[in-house]
Structures are given as C-alpha cells and as structure tokens.
Nanobody
Framework: QVQLVESGGGLVQAGGSLRLSCAAS????????MAWFRQVLGNEREFVAA????????HYTDSVKGRFTISRDNAKKMVYLQMNSLKPEDTAVYAC??????????????WGQGTQVTVSS
C-alpha cells in the first residue's frame, strides 16, 4: 500500500516556474515507477512524465520535453516535478501516481488527490 500527497501547486505567470512535490508513505515505495499526470475539468487524464524505480529512466510527453524534469529521492520517499517556462496550456490539476513505468493511467495502482497549477497569460 502506498499513500501519495502532492504539494507545490499554485498560480504563476507564463514563463515562470513551479516545483511540485509528492510525498509517499508505505514500505514498497521504492519498488514502483512514479509518474505525474494532469487533468483539466471535462478532459481525460493526460500523462506528463514518469521515472523508473531507480531513477535511471525517465519519460516525458512531447509538450513538456525540455521544460519539465521529473526526479525522485527514494530515501526520503519523494517525487518531484520541476516545471519551467510554464505556459497557459499547462494549467491543470497535477497528480502523482505509483505503478508500472508506462504512460497509461490504468497501469498505476496508487494516486494522490492532486494539486492545482494555474498559469496566467
């Protein structure tokens, strides 16, 4: 069992930066790949980034490559998403998830409640 709690969302101007954090509890955290997804009300959940259990492999959706960086600290049971050069279209609720290293939400077993990111133009 893994519990996930996100923090770090907020309101930022276009071009600005935010760092999202995901705090995990549970003894099996380090055995899971971790990912960030985002969702706009009325739309499907969208894959943003994922990182392998060791941190050696990362994947990003094309729209955030070069702007976002996912990282993890297994000793602290934390996952991070550094978001730079933010755009209004990045506005969404961002949630972290634990599961398999894929882009499909259905392969992630555990989810946080999410944190709102709003980027103003």
């Amino acid at each position: 069992q893994v519990q996930l709690v996100e923090s770090g969302g907020g309101l930022v101007q276009a071009g600005g930066s935010l760092r999202l954090s995901c705090a995990a509890s549970g003894r099996t955290f380090s055995s899971y790949a971790m990912a960030w997804f985002r969702q706009v009300l009325g739309n499907e959940r969208e894959f943003v980034a994922a990182i392998s259990w060791s941190g050696s492999s990362t994947h990003y959706t094309d729209s955030v490559k070069g702007r976002f960086t996912i990282s993890r600290d297994n000793a602290k049971k934390m996952v991070y998403l550094q978001m730079n050069s933010l755009k209004p279209e990045d506005t969404a609720v961002y949630a972290c998830a634990a599961g398999a290293l894929t882009t499909a939400p259905s392969t992630y077993n555990y989810w946080g409640q999410g944190t709102q990111v709003t980027v103003s133009s």
